[in-house]
């Protein structure tokens, strides 16, 4: 848009306005007659309703006194001084608005500029009513007489205080990822000031426009045509709503119709085409100009840039759905699980939501809204209560194993004695603070009571092999249809997502294609994860026998995983052939194959399987010149869902050690670890030479 000079309308006792001397009124009309139309007279209401709509200070003031001549209430509102106190106290910007700090050089640059007629800005920091430290940032317009002189001074204060406690907060997190090596949230800290310090340069830099009585361009709109890159000849008259999109265009015109003949404000919000050819989120507001009879001149207004905005408020609402329809989900497989549920919240357990077996166990009475103390008060003394308190404080979960409890079970006033297996999992929020505890209870009184009678009664031994051969599969088939149930949301989220991306094409924005692919990676790590954990619950149960040539076999493997041609893999000599189950043997050398080669990053990697004989088994050896593994952590690894890298650094599901020990061992063999940090590690298990039929468990 062009630059339009506004001449002032009179401010009125509340400063407001100013009035005009009739001077000042006959300087703004030679001007008029003298040059193009650079110089307007607002009507005082629609001056307001433009400027008072904008969040920054617009002032004026003397080039040779320095005193203000004019300040937008918002000055009040920003910084607490009475709009009075800047006009009545001499030199209030230089000895009550400056901080003492700032005060020498923002003077000297300032008088600098001022002398050199030159327009400037800068930044400096400004001491509010009430003692607050408030940065401001001050874009300086100078304006000359005709000799080139400057006799006015206008510009325009924005409040930047919070971009500098965000550049401030930036530095503090920089200064934390040299203590903790923590670069993924220092870059996300550094992306979300960059987008603040974006969106405030645009809330900042409008674009202001004008039009003729009849709502047309008529003029060159400088900062309209930087915007959109359109030509005085594509945007003169209405050529101005090409730039529109078209979805918007009809709402467009109509509103500015209805404001051209109801001489009322033009406020929209549309899409605008910039030069690059993206469509931005606009605000578009405009108000008329009068004539001293009444008469509209012409109109003037200003587009803000409202995308950020707009693409917060979508995300919000696009989480909001998903994350209603996941817990809808994640509710309806809660309340349907085989097994009794109730989550607890705080440090005196209110019972938050309970699935309906477990109402059901604990005798139909009122539980949600309740502490435990108080909707079981039979069982203290018991030590459930003292276990809860221990969880939540330590964070650490329990198991317990065939626990007895005593409780009206039947609502009838009798008290009953059961047994559980139950665990006290500690529920955590984002910063790792403990809010809650849930309860996975099974009972298990009939296994207890069955196995106390086989110590009276031998004969009975069948029938609790049976009872709980009943329970492994109920929860073998839990464990699918959990896997199941799970899968499917996963598998709709990560074809959406590629909807998404493909309805959009080539109007989604880098940020956005790279969220939608992290976002499919998440899912695949779950959809794995969720595999694993049935693969770990069906381990040891297979059985097919085969003739396997272990060379071949290892062969194979190495085939399926494809190592870096920077690995060296050696298979010394004397794999033996054996009668076994090959399936279980592969998932044990692919899992540790996979993890010597998933772990040995280093220059020269090396990785080397051998075999021994040890009288009924074979020893195999996976060896690694990898990294290696502490001591310490020799137990902790086989243990499911156990990691000792993050995820982001080495991909995996926490659940491959876990079912190899559960495979070996499930065959009578042994698994385990050699190691030294830094000095590679070497995983051995032993392999039965002949196969041995088991009893599924």
Request: with cysteine; proline share 4%.
């Amino acid at each position: 848009m062009c630059e339009t000079e506004l001449t002032i309308a009179p401010q009125n006792s509340n400063w407001a306005t100013r009035v005009c001397t009739q001077a000042q009124a006959k300087e703004t009309m030679q001007n008029i007659e003298e040059s193009p139309p650079t110089s307007l007279l607002l009507h005082p209401e629609s001056y307001v309703d433009l400027v008072q709509g904008l969040d920054v200070i617009i002032w004026e003031m003397d080039a040779l006194t320095w005193k203000f001549t004019f300040v937008s209430d918002r000055a009040q509102d920003i910084l607490g001084y009475p709009i009075s106190q800047w006009f009545d106290q001499p030199q209030f910007w230089q000895d009550q608005l400056l901080h003492p700090e700032d005060r020498e050089w923002c003077i000297h640059f300032c008088v600098t500029a001022t002398q050199a007629a030159k327009d400037h800005q800068f930044e400096y920091r400004a001491i509010a009513a009430d003692g607050r430290v408030v940065w401001l940032k001050d874009l300086v317009r100078v304006v000359c007489d005709e000799n080139g002189c400057a006799k006015r001074l206008r510009g325009v204060m924005v409040d930047i205080t919070q971009e500098k406690e965000a550049q401030q907060r930036t530095q503090q997190l920089l200064r934390e990822r040299e203590e903790r090596s923590e670069l993924e949230r220092v870059q996300k800290a550094l992306r979300q000031s960059e987008e603040r310090y974006r969106s405030l340069v645009e809330a900042t830099s409008p674009i202001i426009w004008d039009t003729n009585a009849e709502g047309e361009l008529v003029t060159e709109q400088a900062r309209w045509s930087a915007f959109t890159g359109q030509t005085y000849a594509e945007y003169q008259g209405w050529g101005w709503l090409n730039a529109i999109h078209p979805a918007d265009r009809t709402h467009t015109a109509q509103a500015w119709r209805e404001a051209l003949a109801n001489r009322t404000l033009y406020q929209v919000e549309h899409r605008v085409r910039r030069n690059d050819g993206e469509y931005r989120y606009m605000s578009a507001r405009a108000v008329p100009v009068l004539e001293p009879d009444g008469s509209i001149r012409e109109w003037v207004g200003v587009h803000t840039d409202i995308t950020q905005r707009k693409q917060v408020e979508a995300a919000r609402d696009s989480a909001l759905c998903e994350a209603q329809a996941a817990r809808a989900a994640l509710q309806w497989v809660f309340m349907q699980a085989p097994a009794a549920i109730q989550v607890t919240r705080g440090s005196n357990h209110i019972t938050e939501t309970a699935n309906s077996l477990y109402i059901k166990l604990t005798g139909k009475r009122d539980l949600v809204g309740k502490p435990v103390r108080e909707a079981f008060s039979e069982l203290e003394g018991q030590g459930f209560f003292e276990l809860l308190d221990q969880v939540y404080a330590t964070g650490e979960p329990f198991i317990g194993k065939e626990m007895p409890a005593v409780f009206d079970r039947n609502d009838d006033g009798k008290l009953e004695e059961s047994f559980w297996n139950f665990v006290y999992q500690p529920l955590v929020d984002g910063e790792g603070n403990v809010y809650g505890i849930m309860t996975h209870a099974v009972e298990v009184t009939e296994q207890v009571q069955a196995r106390q009678e086989i110590e009276k009664k031998a004969e009975e031994l069948a029938e609790l092999t049976r009872s709980l051969e009943r329970s492994n599969q109920e929860l073998d088939q839990f464990a699918y249809i959990t896997s199941h149930d799970l899968k499917a949301p996963l598998r709709a989220i990560s074809t959406l997502s590629e909807w998404i991306e493909e309805d959009l094409g080539d109007q989604i924005q880098d940020d956005s294609r790279e969220h939608l692919r992290l976002l499919r990676g998440r899912v695949q790590r779950m959809t794995d994860l969720i595999d694993g954990i049935l693969q770990y619950s069906r381990a040891g149960r297979v059985q097919q026998v085969e003739r396997v040539d272990v060379a071949v076999l290892i062969a194979e493997v190495m085939e399926l995983i494809a190592p870096s041609p920077d690995i060296l893999m050696v298979v010394e000599p004397g794999m033996p052939t054996l009668k076994t189950e090959k399936i279980p043997l592969e998932q044990v050398l692919i899992n540790l194959i996979g993890n010597a080669i998933k772990y040995a990053q280093c220059p020269h990697a090396r990785i080397q399987v051998s075999v021994r004989d040890v009288g009924r088994y074979y020893e195999f050896a996976i060896a690694d010149n990898g990294p290696g593994i502490a001591p310490e952590y020799h137990e902790k690894i086989w243990v499911i869902f156990q990691r000792l890298e993050a995820r982001d650094k080495v991909e995996g599901t926490g659940i491959g050690l876990s079912v190899v020990k559960k495979i070996v061992e499930s065959r009578g063999g042994q698994v385990w670890v050699e190691s030294e940090l830094g000095a590679g590690a070497t995983f051995r298990f032993t392999w039965p030479k002949y196969f041995q039929k088991r009893v599924k468990a």
